[in-house]
T-cell receptor, first 112, second 115 residues
Framework: KNEVEQSPQNLTAQEGEFITINCSYS?????LHWLQQHPGGGIVSLFM???GKKKHGRLIATINIQEKHSSLHITASHPRDSAVYIC??????????????FGKGTKLTVNP | NAGVTQTPKFRILKIGQSMTLQCTQD?????MYWYRQDPGMGLKLIYY???????DKGEVPNGYNVSRSTTEDFPLRLELAAPSQTSVYFC??????????????FGPGTRLTVL
């Protein structure tokens, strides 16, 4: 079992819809990182959060450390939001034995 | 700041050849990472470094070597290229400040094909 699980794997929405992507993890962590990978392959950091909520434009990320769950929300979705969204726990400190660091990603397609 | 830069962008290798993928960051980050992403798959950690002179294996280190002689540079070496190493390679960096990890910054990637 992966330490980081994302759902759904694929998501198709109509422009303007509210989007939610979920991330659950099985080990205790201090923070979670959300990434966006564009269709061209580039990877952009969206949020690093350790508690509560963060907002940037139409993107909102929340985390509940006790429940080991994080969500990424997109309000008023747009076709340019089409990308793969990846959650990951922070990189390992030296000597760590972590196997899978990244969730497998959620592929979002927003149709006009 | 240029952020994280990688060279080359594309490369085709023959089986058994060797090459070095270059990665440089100008943000004075102490942590640097190499990932590979196979077609349609997620990112997998190959090696990482917590500072100059210190490196450690990630999830899939076999067939690769790294070094970190400076804070800025973290090259990845493939000694005997195999078709299984056909992938897109991403370098990333981040910092640990006050015991808390900051976000990772990714390079544009190197697309490697081994024939």
């Amino acid at each position: 079992k992966n330490e980081v699980e994302q759902s759904p794997q694929n998501l198709t929405a109509q422009e303007g819809e509210f989007i939610t992507i979920n991330c659950s993890y099985s080990v205790g962590i201090s923070a979670l990182h959300w990434l966006q990978q564009h269709p061209g392959g580039g990877i952009v950091s969206l949020f690093m959060l350790s508690s509560g909520k963060k907002k940037h434009g139409r993107l909102i990320a929340t985390i509940n450390i006790q429940e080991k769950h994080s969500s990424l929300h997109i309000t008023a979705s747009h076709p340019r939001d089409s990308a793969v969204y990846i959650c990951t726990r922070p990189p390992p400190a030296q000597g760590g034995s972590e196997k899978l660091v990244f969730g497998k990603g959620t592929k979002l397609t927003v149709n006009p | 700041n240029a952020g994280v830069t990688q060279t080359p962008k594309f490369r085709i290798l023959k089986i058994g050849q060797s090459m070095t993928l270059q990665c440089t960051q100008d943000m004075n980050h102490n942590y640097m990472y190499w990932y590979r992403q196979d077609p349609g798959m997620g990112l997998k950690l190959i090696y990482y470094s917590v500072g100059a002179g210190i490196t450690d294996k990630g999830e899939v280190p076999n067939g690769y070597n790294v070094s970190r002689s400076t804070t800025e540079d973290f090259p990845l070496r493939l000694e005997l290229a195999a078709p299984s190493q056909t992938s897109v390679y991403f370098c990333a960096s981040s910092r640990l400040a006050g015991g808390v990890f900051d976000e990772q910054f990714f390079g544009p990637g190197t697309r490697l094909t081994v024939l």
